[in-house]
């Protein structure tokens, strides 16, 4: 319990004191016009509040991530909390928050873009086909899961398919019409919803004197799993997760003022740490060890632990609750998912959105896809999500960073991150079944040796870019002109 609690403090802690000071190292400007004013098309650039902004947010970068991936990761015991509150602090809010507050500079461009103008051009189409397959990914599974969750919720009453069909629904009008109709209309009560049921369990957790592990050195390593790289790729959303940087342009086009980016970009990431502290904690201590949530997981996965643990810590009434505050996670990262899809091949194509035809024009292909992609078994392809995933938050932290360097910052704060998680991402691959299937010797010194000539090619970027004075933010002058 000590472990947990001082876990979730250190969080608060870090949104009050790294959190400050990574905004005051980017240099906030209060008085700049943001591209919801500047830029505003009635469509995606609309000015909204900083409740809604941040509970919107909050929904669109969590997904299952913040519940499924730790309760996996529960599986290499209190280990877990270390990697969510190290890597939420000092990796995942600061790429959060440099990722929205520099597509806030830059007219609310989305990672393509960005990766385009600070890393070169050529990288501009390598992470746009790494951006549209992820968001293709999620929210073709963002579609099966929630409808999975409901169709147990309801005891079979209501086929799947019609279900699956609703859902999808919903994802096109989401994906089509403007911002505020539906995402900022009906988001913060389903922000609340999510907030109220992990509030819950993490409070009864509490107390009731759960049994939750605390950290040791008997039980740092655990032996049923190697850590390095694996609970990287576990843990990703509730710690560091590239998706993110694919969600925050949204909210970088409908955010007041500079000022709030704080809040609503590092601040919802520290917020979806706690989350992920939260259903980490209740399934290492509900299922009596790793043996127990072992067995649940592999008879019916995550969201087996999520249903068990729900009705056993918050009734009946409170449970259901509780699930559907999980059903609507998925549901509210799908539906951004394809208008984050849409909204980056517009970007790529220079596809102007105000007009319904040209958003039909991009959703139709999309969704067709997404149908056809369905009826495909993922086991195999999604394994290669959490790899695309990490690798996308790592080309997130060093656009990040060659910001900050161009700009004559402390640009090793999004570096260091980056660099550890460029190691990370090599490894793996190097090392995985579906990668190269190189000994972990090998794949260990592949990783550094990759990295290594990875960052002197950095170097030479940023050096070479700040001799030509790479502009580091769209002139407001030129951008009214072509609003």
Partial sequence: MITFLTGIALLIVGYFTYGKFVEKVFGVKDERAT??????DG????????????????????????????????????????????????????????????????????????????????????????????????????????ASLLHVLMDGKIALGVIIGAIFLYYILATLLPVDKIIGRFYPYFGALLVISAVGVGVTLVATGAPIPELSLSNFHPDNAPIFP???????????????????????????????????????????????????????????????????LAAGGPGAVVSDVSIAMLGAIGGT??????VILPITSGDTAFRSARMIIAEYLNIAQKKLSKRLLIAVPLFVVSVILTQIDFNILWRYFSWANQATA????????????????????????????????ITYILNAQIGFRMSVSASWIGGFIGTAILMVLFFITARRNRVYNIALEEDISDWKQSA
């Avoid at 991936?69 to 890597?87: D, H, K, N, R």
């Avoid at 990722?99 to 103008?117: D, Q, W």
């Avoid at 080309?395 to 190691?423: E, Q, S, T």
């Fill in 35 to 40: 591209p919801a004013y500047v830029n505003s």
């Fill in 43 to 146: 469509v995606d650039y609309v000015p909204m509040s900083t409740p809604k902004n941040s509970l919107i947010q909050l929904l669109n970068i969590a997904g299952t991530g913040p519940i499924f991936g730790p309760i996996m990761g529960a599986l290499y015991g209190p280990v877990a909390f270390i990697w969510i509150v190290i890597g939420c602090i000092f990796a995942g809010a600061v790429h959060d928050y440099l990722t929205g507050m520099i597509s806030i500079r830059n007219r609310g461009a989305h990672l393509p873009e960005l990766a385009s103008k600070f890393l070169g051009k050529a990288m501009k189409h390598v992470v746009n086909a790494f951006a549209v397959l992820l968001l293709l990914l999620v929210g073709t599974v963002f579609v099966s899961t929630p």
């Fill in 230 to 296: 694996l609970i990287f790729f576990t843990i990703t959303c509730g710690a560091l997760s590239g998706f993110h940087a694919t969600q925050t342009p949204i909210i970088s086009r409908t955010t007041q003022r500079e000022k709030q980016g704080r809040k609503i970009f590092y601040g919802m990431m520290i917020a979806e740490g706690i989350i992920a502290m939260i259903w980490a904690a209740a399934a290492m201590s509900l299922f009596d060890g790793y043996n127990g949530l072992n067995e649940v």
């Fill in 321 to 326: 609750l509780a699930i559907l505050g999980v």
């Fill in 394 to 425: 790592v080309i997130a932290l060093f656009v990040g960073a060659m910001y900050l360097y161009i700009a004559k910052k402390n640009y090793f704060i999004p570096l260091i991150p980056g660099a550890f998680m460029l190691v990370m991402v």
